[in-house]
């Protein structure tokens, strides 16, 4: 899976927001905002990436089990599909 | 992850508040130009569509994207872009179309005139996130006395209709003025029609160019105006709970510490009321320019001892950019918000 483009990641203090661009606009207008790892596995989708890559770059970073994250992903991942965030 | 809808208000105070601890510059305004298709009489900035001194300082497309770029660079989130009236830019849209692949969240002021259905068209392919209409009256002979041009009304209601037409997310604001106020209730039926939020704003600013101004015949009387304030439950809270001066800071608002405009020139300046202190963006770049702001507003003297022992300083809207285009001088009192806060006070207390 792989994000869409149409939003970008800006950042005010700790607060990371996600802000849609172009045409986005008509269908999400406004900001969404992400907490420190869901920005982390935002940065990551730039590239195409399986539930597991995601898992492993997150057990990786912040020291859970693969279990926990891979149930951390899915989770966010689904958001971020129902949210229309995908490609 | 979570979608901001009903918070947003809430939400953008808040990162306004962290942006202004950290002297982000979070929210811009791009004055594109001073130059406008309607002549009204209370505008602080208005100059003629065919105004040749004006339009040899406008900048160019190209430099209004490279001031966003460096912009963006330093954390600015939201831009207005603004004028004068922005539609009478031939090249508005190779300004605004690259603004809309940056990440800002871009907001539009318009009085809708210039909005044909070509036009409506090209803002629904890449919409901004919120369009202002400015709005002067609910009938013809109202709006045109405001802006002194005629089938001007008209063309607002087809300009209105076009963007309402594209789901484009439109909100109209009222200018209110001794000509219109007694129409606010039929502008706010006719934001009703068309299901948009409606805002009304009565407090009217001398133009900042020192040019003359009409403004004496438009601004409403103080016992005028508080009674259309009084009947918005968010501003009677926010004067009643203690109003909006500090007596610590000199500017309460966000200016200098989380905000800036940049005018038609390429001036950086405090807010559009205030053309101070005038760096110029093009030349020096906007990380020096917002550093020359922000020296600027500390520098600026704090609330006089004649504001501070003021019996009803919590009701006035006091500040340097008002002391100083009525009076020429950043601190000391004004006499039309001075007759302001005491009739906030005799509304307000009386309502304790």
């Given at each position: ?32 905002t ?21 898992a ?32 | ?41 209370m505008c ?74 070509s ?55 009222a ?16 934001a009703?029609h ?38 918005d ?100 009192s004004?006499?039309?918000l001075c ?14």
């Open positions: 899976m792989i994000r869409k483009e149409s939003f970008l990641l800006q950042t005010v203090g700790g607060e990371n927001l996600l802000v849609p661009v172009g045409a986005q606009v008509m269908d999400t207008n406004g900001i969404i992400l907490n420190e790892t869901a920005a982390f596995i935002w940065d990551l989708l730039e590239k195409d990436c399986t539930i597991d890559d995601l492993a770059a997150i057990a990786d970073r912040f020291e859970v089990t693969m279990e926990q994250a891979v149930s951390d992903v899915r989770s966010f991942v689904d958001k971020l599909d129902q949210n229309g965030l995908l490609e | 992850m979570s979608k901001l809808t009903d918070d947003y208000g809430t939400f953008v105070s808040k990162l306004q508040r962290i942006a202004a601890e950290r002297c982000q510059p979070l929210s811009g305004t791009f004055e594109l130009t001073g130059r406008c298709n309607h002549a009204c009489s602080y900035i208005s100059r003629p569509v065919s105004d040749s001194a004006a339009i040899v300082r406008e900048l160019s497309a190209d430099i209004w994207i490279e001031i966003a770029r460096q912009a963006k660079d330093e954390g600015m989130l939201f831009l207005l872009l603004t004028g004068g009236e922005i539609f009478v830019l031939p090249d508005f849209f190779e300004i605004y179309r690259p603004l809309t692949g940056m990440g800002f969240l871009i907001s539009l002021y318009t009085n809708a005139t210039l909005v044909t259905d036009i409506a068209d090209k803002l629904a392919e890449t919409p901004p996130h919120r369009i202002e209409v400015s709005l002067y009256g609910a009938n013809t002979r109202t709006y045109e006395t405001v802006t002194r041009v005629p089938g001007s009304f008209k063309r607002c209601m087809k300009g209105i209709e076009a963007l309402v037409k594209r789901d484009i997310n439109v909100g109209l604001k200018t209110i003025t001794r000509q219109n106020v007694d129409e606010l209730d039929a502008m706010q039926k006719m009703r068309w299901g948009l939020p409606f805002t009304a704003s009565w407090l009217l600013t001398r133009r900042a160019d020192g040019m003359p101004s009409e403004i004496e015949e438009c601004r409403l009387t103080p016992s005028e105006a508080i009674a259309i304030e009084a009947s439950p968010y501003a009677v809270e926010e004067w009643c709970g203690g109003g909006v001066v500090s007596k610590t800071d000199n500017f309460y608002c966000q200016a200098g510490r989380a905000s800036f405009v940049i005018d038609f020139t390429g001036a950086m300046n405090v807010c559009s009321d205030f053309p101070a202190p005038g760096a110029k963006v093009p030349d020096i770049g906007f990380r020096k320019a917002w550093e020359e702001l922000r020296r600027f507003v500390e520098g600026a003297p704090k609330l006089s001892a004649e504001c501070l022992d003021c019996d009803v300083i919590k009701y006035c809207a006091i500040c340097p950019a008002w002391s100083y285009l009525e009076n020429g001088k950043m601190a000391g004004v006499d039309y007759s302001i806060a005491h009739e906030r006070k005799k509304r307000y207390e009386s309502q304790k």
